[in-house]
């Protein structure tokens, strides 16, 4: 079968709730991917920044397959020898006291506004049902029912309501606004440090610490959604380390399962944490031993290969040489290391389908931004084969509004 055959069974047996590029991918390694025809492309998405270290990384697959061979799935009924590990691992890397492991990114966005809801009844004293979260407009959480009734995107919300109450949206990078709209009642402030799906926005300098300030002085707590921008992704193991500030809790997924495995959690010290009581949240598959040897060694990997430094770095070359291009086309260049947001003065749809047919994968974020994110092992040498790759496509694809 080629291409198109797998494109036309998709088409008709798949929900379209994507819009994905025409590419059909078969194998995969490293920075490169190769479609069903053998043609090889540079992957400048990293499947939204869940293969932050490469594909098929080496020591990752060792992991899964070794786990694989010994125990996979036990469910928190019993314990197993492994999520001690990864728990100890998450301590010494981000120094905070406890993680409640989830599978996918929006279940860890869940528990987090589950511990800032239980935590304001049982620690803040709210009476109950009374408990709001602040959060930003334009933000992305994920997809559930109660995420996606805090969206002010109607691609996002329209045609699944009623919506969860108890969440109020402050205009992102606006400190006043946020400061309007805290209560008594307010349990939590919930961000993305830099907003991704977005457009890649970075907030003006010194928002996060203003709102690490604001929720110290409301006794509130400060949720870090770092589930796209953490990891490496940004040129820091945490995007939030820009401005030194300490989130009480911090959400992590996507490259914590190394591309391997769906592996998420929420990040906080015990004083926090400690709200949950047996029975009061779980998951069947959260915190098994396939998933918990998957991100350590995930984890391993960032700080051997020390990819945010490799991020911060090739993140600034990526940018300078994109710079140099100086399309009319470009609106704005914006990021932080390997995670850098084009905005174009036109449809970017048109450009990412004709860098695909260049081979460079990439994706529009909305309608006007190009979303440029590698594995963050990629090298100079395969940054200058991509530029050209842009510069080309720039010099020859004609744009549409
Ligand atoms: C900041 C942020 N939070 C949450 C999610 C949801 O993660 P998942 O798709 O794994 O549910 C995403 C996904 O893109 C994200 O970027």
Redesign the pocket.
């Known amino acids: 079968m080629n291409s198109q055959d797998f494109i036309k069974i998709e088409n008709e047996f798949g929900a379209h709730n994507y819009h994905p590029i025409d590419v059909v991918i078969e194998k995969a390694e490293g920075v490169w991917v190769w479609d069903v025809e053998g043609k090889k492309y540079l992957d400048f998405l990293s499947a939204?920044?869940?293969v932050n270290q490469g594909h098929r990384h080496p020591k990752i697959y060792d992991a899964l397959v070794k786990q694989a061979g010994k125990v996979s799935l036990t469910s928190r009924a019993f314990r197993n020898d492994v999520l001690p590990l990864l728990y100890k691992k998450l301590n010494q890397m981000t120094g905070y006291e406890k993680f409640l492991p989830m599978?996918?990114?929006?279940?860890?966005?869940e528990t987090a506004i589950k511990t800032a809801r239980k935590w304001g009844y049982k620690v803040k004293g709210l009476k109950e049902n009374t408990a709001e979260i602040i959060v930003a407009t334009d933000?992305?959480?994920?997809?559930?029912t109660t995420?996606i009734s805090f969206s002010n995107d109607p691609d996002a919300y329209k045609n699944y309501g009623p919506y969860t109450p108890g969440f109020k949206l402050a205009k992102y990078g606006d400190i006043e606004d946020f400061k309007a709209n805290i209560t008594n009642n307010t349990a939590a402030i919930m961000i993305?440090p830099i907003?991704?799906?977005a457009g890649i926005i970075p907030p003006p300098a010194g928002f996060l610490k203003q709102i690490a300030e604001l929720c110290k002085e409301n006794n509130c707590l400060f949720i870090c959604?770092?589930?796209?921008?953490g990891l490496g992704r940004s040129g820091k193991l945490f995007a939030h380390y820009y401005e030194d500030v300490r989130p009480d809790v911090v959400?992590v997924?996507?490259a914590l399962g190394g591309g391997y495995y769906?592996v998420?959690g929420v990040l906080a010290d015990s004083a926090i944490l400690d709200v949950f009581e047996p029975g009061s949240h779980g998951s069947t598959f959260g915190g098994n031993p396939l998933a918990a040897a998957v991100a350590i060694a995930s984890l391993e990997v960032i700080e051997e290969e020390k990819l945010p430094e490799k991020s911060f770095e090739q993140g600034k070359y990526f940018v300078e040489k994109l710079n140099e291009i100086k399309s009319p086309l470009f609106k704005e260049v914006r990021g932080a290391g390997l995670w850098i947001g084009l905005e174009l003065t036109c449809t970017a749809r048109p450009f990412t389908e004709g860098l695909k047919n260049e081979g460079l994968l990439c994706k529009e974020t909305h309608v006007h931004t190009i979303r440029f994110a590698p594995p963050l092992i990629i090298t100079k040498e395969e940054i200058d084969w991509a530029i050209e790759k842009i510069k080309r496509v720039f010099d020859t694809v004609k744009p549409i509004d």
């Open positions: 939204y920044s869940a599978n996918t990114g929006a279940e860890a966005v933000n992305f959480h994920g997809r559930t995420v993305e907003q991704g799906e959604d770092e589930i796209q921008s959400i997924g996507k769906p998420s």
